[in-house]
């Protein structure tokens, strides 16, 4: 059981090029969350998914994209990266809702560390 | 503007004594709050949560507070262990639907 994994761990890529992160989880779980990571900033919630097929926006998604084709794994996109793009990016899943009235905990993947130059 | 803040950005302890990790909120429709903690090069895991119907929650050696009233939680480590470094975020959510906010995280540092 591998919980939640990230591709890949570290990346460096020059402004303008593109590039897509995978998430992927073994739990069989229905949400899974993309955040980025700032520092002194804590977490913040790019995109997510309720279910495969299903994407919606979280509270920083512009410059993402994000496909969900299979239940296990959640895609992250990058069209034309960034310099504000430099981040440590964390994949999370839960069983059942995390959000405002739900308690489920999130499983985080361990991160993948991207500089854009 | 940051609805969840941590506003100690590090914190050094004695191994042996409390840890008191402090967290405010600003949005007072939060009625669930997290724990995570996260070493370095490895994704935050959870460590406790408490509802806003209590005002205390207690696991092990990690106990956290609730003071709705002051919109702010604490998390008390006692004792503390040197295994115990690493930076702690607070996270918030309320009203279905919403999301979970996370603080800036509190990086502590447990001294043997």
């Known amino acids: 059981n591998a919980g939640v994994t990230q591709t890949p761990k570290f990346r460096v890529l020059k402004t303008g090029q593109s590039m897509t992160l995978l998430c992927a989880q073994d739990?069989?779980?229905?949400?899974m969350y993309w955040y980025r990571q700032d520092p002194g900033m804590g977490l913040r919630l790019i995109h997510y998914?309720?279910?495969?097929?299903?994407?919606a926006k979280g509270e920083v998604p512009d410059g993402y994209n994000v496909s969900r084709l299979k239940k296990q794994n959640f895609l992250l996109g990058l069209e034309s990266a960034a310099p504000s793009q430099t981040s440590v990016y964390f994949c999370?899943?839960?069983?059942?809702?995390?959000?405002?009235?739900?308690?489920?905990?999130?499983?985080f993947g361990p991160g993948t560390r991207l500089t854009v130059l | 503007d940051q609805q969840v803040k941590q506003n100690s950005p590090s914190l050094s302890v004695q191994e042996g004594r409390i840890s008191i990790l402090n967290c405010d909120y600003t949005n007072s429709m939060f009625d669930y709050f997290l724990w995570y903690k996260k070493y370095p090069a490895e994704g935050p895991t959870f460590l406790i949560s408490i509802s806003s119907i209590k005002d205390k929650n207690e696991d092990g050696r990690f106990t956290v507070f609730l003071n709705k009233s002051a919109k702010h939680l604490s998390l008390h480590i006692v004792p503390s262990q040197p295994g115990d470094s690493a930076v702690y975020f607070c996270?918030?959510?309320?009203?279905?639907?919403?999301?979970?906010?996370f603080g800036g995280g509190t990086r502590l540092m447990v001294k043997p």
């Open positions: 998914s309720v279910g495969e097929g299903t994407t």
């Open positions: 999370a899943s839960s069983y059942s809702w995390s959000g405002g009235g739900g308690t489920d905990t999130q499983y």
């Open positions: 739990m069989n779980h229905e949400y």
């Open positions: 996270a918030a959510s309320g009203m279905a639907g919403n999301m979970l906010t």
